[in-house]
T-cell receptor, first 111, second 114 residues
């Protein structure tokens, strides 16, 4: 399975964009990039996913590099409630159940 | 739609005692997952069901852990006997189908073994 690498922690000022990077250099052609976040004492929450095109939804934007070896999750206007652990995982048609979460990035949004 | 429901929310037991966790997935979701999350770490997959069939249980410690999913809906994860190292949060997730649908997680059961 493709593994992901994320920085252990990041800070962001409230109201500013939070850009969370993820490296997945061993991603294969049929694997998607998924992002989840986990707020304290809750289960992980799905944010967004993509294959090779940039994606946007009401929560965030996902930018995937052309070679697909890395991606960035963008929270355009971070709020205090966005403070959480963010997980980037890769998941494909043939390994859907084996996705490895890793330890994620702890994002702290500061006032 | 109602989310994934897990119970109990918290459980404290003494070592060597049995314990069971229950999960009710989102209606219509045929794939169900059990994860274990240790403090400060990401979730680790224990077992995955497609309908009532366990299709991936390679990470389940089968000497003490067991799981079932009756009629392809609710699921129960059991530990017998529990050990101190089993203290963790046990998360259940479900998805429409295994391959590409996002996982929807419950809020987990926090197990403390004393």
């Amino acid at each position: 399975d493709a593994k992901t690498t994320q920085p252990p922690s990041m800070d962001c000022a409230e109201g500013r964009a939070a850009n969370l990077p993820c490296n997945h250099s061993t991603i294969s052609g049929n694997e998607y990039v998924y992002w989840y976040r986990q707020i304290h004492s809750q289960g992980p929450q799905y944010i967004i996913h993509g294959l090779k095109n940039n994606e946007t939804n009401e929560m965030a934007s996902l930018i995937i590099t052309e070679d697909r070896k890395s991606s960035t999750l963008i929270l355009p206007h971070a709020t205090l409630r966005d403070t959480a652990v963010y997980y980037c995982i890769v998941r494909g048609r043939y390994n859907a159940g084996k996705s490895t979460f890793g330890d994620g990035t702890t994002l702290t949004v500061k006032p | 739609e109602a989310g994934v429901v897990q119970s109990p929310r918290y459980k404290i037991i003494e070592k060597k005692q049995p314990v069971a966790f229950w999960c009710n997935p989102i209606s219509g979701h045929n794939t169900l997952y059990w994860y274990r999350q240790n403090l400060g770490q990401g979730p680790e997959l224990l077992i995955r069901y497609e309908n009532e069939e366990a299709v991936d249980d390679s990470q389940l410690p089968k000497d003490r852990f067991s799981a079932e999913r009756l009629k392809g809906v609710d699921s129960t994860l059991k530990i017998q006997p529990a050990e101190l190292g089993d203290s963790a949060v046990y998360l259940c997730a479900s998805s429409l189908e295994a391959r590409m649908s996002p996982l929807h997680f419950g809020n987990g059961t926090r197990l403390t073994v004393t």
